[in-house]
């Protein structure tokens, strides 16, 4: 299907176990995102891509680890899951950095116990 | 100062009616401007784009007050389906990388009722 598709949509994990969350987008987009979006906190970015093998950290990275080996995917991975990382993951993409604006996936939402 | 600020609501307004919001960004070079929409537990889409002169699409009318650093969004006739988040986006500042995000306010909530 083309895309920007998630998985998975629901996840609950364990308090120090890694989980990692996949994004996967068809348009051969360059710029890829990672956002978590919290109550109160709106959405805050985690990680970016502007092309594969190049990836920077956002404002809230710690924690958190990214790859982006091929230009279609930009997994996300929790290395040691914690309980304030429990919140709405979203995946996006982008052909120009700012210009036209950002379609994002349809979200994982992550509970950790 | 946050980069990116609007008022929380929730506007509670009847179908029918016209309703705006506003919002305000600190970034004086900011030149790209969009307002997306968020429904309850699903992911932000893009509404519609802000230009410099303002611009129309359908019931939904978006405006740009550079030298007030405000953009805003008027829906007129609300329907019972507007009832969602609304985000007002702005590109950010340039980054050390080299880069430039935009940057999400935190949502306008609407609630249209019967």
């Known amino acids: 299907d083309a895309g920007i598709t998630q998985s998975p949509r629901y996840k609950i994990t364990e308090t120090g176990r890694q989980v990692t969350l996949m994004c996967h987008q068809t348009?051969?987009?360059?710029?890829m995102f990672w956002y978590r979006q919290d109550l109160g906190h709106g959405l805050r970015l985690i990680y970016y891509?502007?092309?594969?093998?190049?990836?920077d950290k956002g404002e809230v990275p710690d924690g958190y680890v990214v790859s982006r080996s091929k230009t279609e995917n930009f997994p996300l991975t929790l290395e040691s899951a914690t309980r304030s990382q429990t919140s709405v993951y979203f995946c996006?993409?982008?052909?120009?950095?700012?210009?036209?604006?950002?379609?994002f996936g349809s979200g994982t939402r992550l509970t950790v116990v | 100062r946050k980069e990116v600020e609007q008022d929380p609501g929730p506007f509670n307004v009847p179908e029918g009616a016209t309703v705006a919001f506003n919002c305000t960004y600190s970034?004086?070079?900011?030149?790209?401007f969009f307002w997306y929409r968020q429904d309850c537990r699903k992911e932000p889409k893009l509404l519609m784009s802000?230009?410099?002169s303002g611009n129309e699409d359908g019931r939904f009318t978006a405006q740009l007050n550079r030298a007030s650093q405000y953009i805003s969004l008027l829906i007129r006739d609300s329907k019972l389906s507007d009832s969602a988040t609304y985000l007002c986006?702005?590109?950010?500042?340039?980054?050390?990388?080299?880069?430039?995000?935009?940057?999400f306010g935190t949502g306008t909530r609407l609630l249209v009722s019967p």
């Open positions: 348009w051969s987009h360059s710029y």
């Open positions: 996006a993409s982008s052909f120009s950095q700012v210009d036209y604006g950002y379609t």
């Open positions: 802000v230009y410099s």
């Open positions: 891509s502007a092309a594969a093998d190049i990836t």
């Open positions: 986006v702005v590109n950010g500042r340039w980054m050390n990388t080299g880069f430039q995000k935009l940057v």
């Open positions: 970034n004086s070079a900011s030149q790209s």
